[in-house]
């Protein structure tokens, strides 16, 4: 089990070391004993989802109105810019993604990345996305109603910049379809890497 666990670079968990097991050195034993002798031996495999948090309402943040009303066709940029949150597995944790894509040419204006999902990495991509491109008078910043984006310290940000905070209702991802929708574009399987 060592040897196949060394092998893999530490990345194979039971169900693989079980399988090696049988397929390259003949032996057969269950996989649930594999799974308790890993244990014991203090091996572990890693999983791509284990450990990953998603966004988390903060039920003391107050959220703000939906002003956008899944309306997302406007006149011209800078007008209405949606944000989100996504994460990538990374060797043993994961690096998260936040994104603020202007609605109007579809593009991704500001965006920040880190190890963790607090309020500073939402609020790295707002000040992006400003620098970038100078918003309009009144221009909304919509997002889900997660605790980065409900939070006092993004609310304090939109205000200093003149920029209008909307969150659409909690768990309909068609109020964030935007984001939600680049997202899965630029998912690994949909983005071609050169030979």
């Known amino acids: 089990m060592r040897t196949h666990h060394a092998t893999s670079d530490e990345i194979y968990g039971a169900p693989r070391i079980h399988a090696d097991l049988r397929e390259i050195d003949g032996i057969g034993v269950e996989c649930k004993r594999v799974a308790r002798l890993m244990r014991a031996a203090g091996l572990a495999g890693v999983s791509r989802h284990k450990g990953c948090r998603t966004t988390i ?6 959220a703000a109105s939906d002003l956008v009303h899944r309306k997302f066709t406007v006149a011209g940029p800078n007008r209405i810019r949606n944000a989100d949150i996504t ?5 043993q944790s994961f690096l998260y993604l936040a994104v603020v894509l202007d609605v109007f040419p579809r593009r991704i204006v500001g965006w920040a990345m880190t190890e963790h999902m607090r309020t500073e990495l939402v ?7 400003i ?6 008078v009144e221009m909304i910043h919509h997002s889900d109603k997660g605790g980065q984006y409900t ?7 939109c205000e200093q910049a003149g920029v209008r905070p909307s969150t659409g209702r909690t ?22 890497t050169s030979p």
């Not at 994460?87 to 060797?91: D, K, L, S, V």
């Not at 939070?151 to 940000?157: D, F, H, K």
Request: glycine share 6%; aromatic share 12%; with cysteine.
């Open 57 to 62: 309402t903060d039920r003391r943040g107050v």
């Open 87 to 91: 994460y990538m597995p990374i060797w």
């Open 123 to 129: 609020a790295d991509a707002l000040a992006m996305a």
């Open 131 to 136: 620098h970038q491109r100078r918003p309009a």
């Open 151 to 157: 939070s006092i310290a993004l609310g304090r940000r």
């Open 171 to 192: 768990g309909t991802c068609f109020d964030n379809a935007i984001t939600e929708s680049f997202f899965t574009w630029a998912s690994p399987r949909n983005v071609e």
